[in-house]
C-alpha cells in the first residue's frame, strides 16, 4: 500500500490566494516592472514613531525573553480596559489572550470549539482563510452568500442553520465588502444563538476603520451572548502592525483556557517586544489612527467619486475597512468569462495589480485596497478605466 508523504488535511488545504497574488506581483517587481499594486490589505502608513519608540526602549531593557503563553498582564489588563470602554463588554485578563496575529487566534478557536461533523455557518463575500480553518478543525463550512450589496439580514443565517451547527462567524467590516453589520441585525443573531445555544466567533479586526458608522461588539448585548462569543481583535490594520504579528482573543475563560493551552503547544508567546508596542498602541496610538482613517476616508471617496463615472461597474460606498468590491459582470464574455482572467490580464496589459473575486467566491467581481497613496490610486483608476473600455 502506498502512502501519500503528505496528510489529506493539508493536501485538501487551499493556499491564500491574496498571498498568491502579492507573490506574483513581487516576482514582477524583482523583474523590473512597475506595478499598482490595489491587491494586498496592508496598511502604506509606517508604524507610528511612539509605538517604535516602545519596542525600541523594550530591547534596550532586555525584556527579549519568554512571557506567559497567553501575553503579559498588563497588555492584557489594557485591552480589557478598551474593550470595555470602546465595545462595551467587561472581561478580566484571564479571559484574554495574545497570539500571533488575529489569524492564529482564529485558528485556535476554531480547533478548540469544533469537532468532526460540526458546521460553522458564515457569510459571504468572505476572506478564504476561514473556509480553510474551518476545514482544518474537521469541521463543515455552510456559506450563506449575499445578494449585492451585501447587506445582511438575520434570516442569511437563520435559514443555514441546522442540529449540526457548532458556530456562526462574523466579520465587520467586512473583507471584501467593506460594509458592516447594522446594530438591529447583530441584535437579532444574538438572540438567534442564544436560543440556539450556537458559539459566535466575531472577527472585528477592521473596528477601528470606520467612516460613518459607530462599531457595536455582538458581545455587547447581553450577558447570555457573550458568554457565547469570541471576539477577535487586533493590532495590524489599525495601528499598521502587520509584521510585529499580534492579535487578541476575548471570551468566557472556559474557552479561552484552552485556546492558551493550545498556544503552548503550538507558539508558545508571540514576540515579548511586540507585545510592548502593542501595549503603547492602546496607550498612546488613537491620534496616529485618526490620520490614518482620515486619509483612507479621503481615499475612499475619491475611488467611488472616480469610479461612479464608469458605466457597467456594480459600486457602493463600504461603510469601512479599505476595500472596494466591484461588479464587473458586465463586462465578461466568452473572450474573458471570470474575474480571476480579468484580473489577469489588467495585470499584464495595464500593470495593476486587484483581487479577483474568485478568492471571496465571487467570480464577478474583483476587490481593490485603497492602502497606497492617492497618487497610486489615481493612476490605477485611469489604467482601469482604459481596460474596461478596451474590452467594453
Request: hydrophobic share 40%.
Given at each position: ?5 503528505v ?9 491564500s ?5 502579492d ?21 502604506d ?38 474593550l ?5 463588554v ?103 444563538a ?53 492579535g487578541?482573543?476575548?471570551g468566557?475563560?472556559?474557552l479561552?483556557s484552552p ?40 481615499r475612499?471617496?475619491?475611488i ?12 457602493y ?15 465578461l ?11 489577469q490580464k ?24 485603497f ?8 493612476e ?13
Amino acid at each position: 500500500m502506498t502512502h501519500s508523504r503528505v496528510s489529506k488535511r493539508i493536501l485538501n488545504l487551499k493556499p491564500s490566494a491574496t498571498l498568491a497574488v502579492d507573490s506574483l506581483i513581487k516576482d514582477l517587481q524583482e523583474k523590473g516592472e512597475k506595478i499598482i499594486n490595489l491587491g494586498l490589505g496592508e496598511p502604506d502608513f509606517d508604524t507610528p514613531q511612539s509605538i517604535k519608540n516602545a519596542a525600541i526602549k523594550a530591547i534596550k531593557d532586555g525584556f527579549t525573553h519568554y512571557t506567559k503563553v497567553e501575553g503579559i498582564k498588563s497588555l492584557r489588563e489594557a485591552i480589557a480596559k478598551k474593550l470595555l470602554e470602546e465595545n462595551k463588554v467587561k472581561y478580566i485578563p484571564e479571559e484574554i489572550v495574545v497570539g500571533v496575529g488575529s489569524k492564529q487566534v482564529l485558528y485556535n478557536a476554531f480547533q478548540v470549539i469544533c469537532n468532526p461533523g460540526d458546521e460553522v455557518v458564515l457569510i459571504s463575500p468572505l476572506w478564504n482563510t476561514y473556509i480553510e480553518q474551518i476545514k482544518l478543525a474537521g469541521a463543515k463550512p455552510v456559506v450563506s452568500k449575499l445578494s449585492f450589496p451585501f447587506k445582511l439580514v438575520p434570516q442569511d443565517i437563520e435559514k443555514k442553520i441546522t442540529r449540526k451547527t457548532k458556530a456562526i462567524l462574523l466579520n465587520y467590516p467586512n473583507n471584501p465588502t467593506g460594509m458592516t453589520i447594522e446594530r438591529n441585525v447583530l441584535k437579532e443573531i444574538a438572540k438567534l444563538a442564544v436560543n440556539r445555544k450556537i458559539f459566535v466567533i466575531s472577527d472585528e479586526i477592521y473596528e477601528s476603520l470606520l467612516y460613518s458608522k459607530v462599531h457595536t461588539s455582538i458581545a455587547s448585548w447581553g450577558k447570555e451572548i457573550r458568554n457565547l462569543t469570541i471576539t477577535i481583535g487586533g493590532f495590524s490594520k489599525t495601528y499598521a502592525m502587520t509584521g510585529w504579528r499580534i492579535g487578541f482573543g476575548a471570551g468566557p475563560r472556559d474557552l479561552i483556557s484552552p485556546i492558551i493551552s493550545l498556544q503552548g503547544q503550538t507558539t508558545f508567546n508571540t514576540s515579548s517586544i511586540s507585545q510592548m508596542a502593542a501595549l503603547a498602541a492602546i496607550k498612546s496610538g488613537q491620534n496616529d489612527v485618526q490620520a490614518m482613517l482620515k486619509e483612507y476616508e479621503k481615499r475612499r471617496n475619491f475611488i467611488y467619486k472616480r469610479l461612479s463615472k464608469i458605466e457597467g461597474l456594480d459600486l457602493y460606498l463600504p461603510d469601512g475597512a479599505f476595500y472596494f468590491f466591484i461588479g464587473i459582470k458586465k463586462y465578461l464574455n466568452k473572450n474573458i468569462s471570470s474575474s480571476n482572467q480579468w484580473a489577469q490580464k489588467l495585470l499584464q496589459e495595464e500593470k495593476v495589480a486587484v483581487i479577483p473575486g474568485e478568492s471571496f467566491l465571487y467570480p464577478d467581481f474583483f476587490r481593490i485596497s485603497f492602502t497606497t497613496s492617492l497618487e497610486n490610486v489615481k493612476e490605477g483608476l485611469k489604467r482601469i478605466e482604459r481596460f474596461v473600455k478596451k474590452y467594453a
